[in-house]
């Protein structure tokens, strides 16, 4: 699985991809901007989006425009704002996360979770498969 994190906050960007590619046995890139996302190769099965972007684009702008060129992509929408998935969503993301202290988590919990992500086929596929006899 391969995750593209756009955060403005280099250190926070840089302890969430080591986080999640912990957590979730998965490959992390982390980008400064969503500019910098959009001229990458976009391989990415799952993108991370904040809105937190000073000058660049901001977040919703960039998942409008991750959404047009990765139509099938899953998509995670993060705002420290209330009410925000009501941008969020519309320009795109299939999902919204309102920070709030333990956001790591709640992404690992969404992105196992969430029907679209590849890692929530993995683990069903997992919990259903016949256990193995010596």
Do not use: C, W
């Not at 988590?105 to 679209?116: A, D």
Request: no cysteine; aromatic share 8%.
């Amino acid at each position: 699985m391969k995750i593209s994190i756009a955060h403005g906050h280099r250190p926070t960007r840089e302890v969430l991809a080591r986080a999640l590619a912990s957590q979730l046995q998965a490959e992390v890139t982390p980008f400064s901007s969503v500019e910098n996302v959009l001229v990458s190769s976009l391989d990415y099965d799952i993108f991370v989006v904040y809105n937190n972007f000073e000058r660049n684009m901001d977040g919703i702008t960039g998942v409008s425009k991750i959404r047009e060129q990765k139509p099938h992509a899953f998509i995670i929408g993060v705002s420290y704002k209330p009410y925000y998935e009501k941008k969020f969503l519309p320009a795109g993301a299939d999902a919204f996360l309102l920070r709030a202290g333990n956001e790591i988590e709640e992404l690992v919990r969404i992105i196992q979770t969430h029907p679209k992500s590849h890692a929530a086929d993995d683990r069903r596929r997992s919990a259903t498969a016949p256990e193995e006899r010596p």
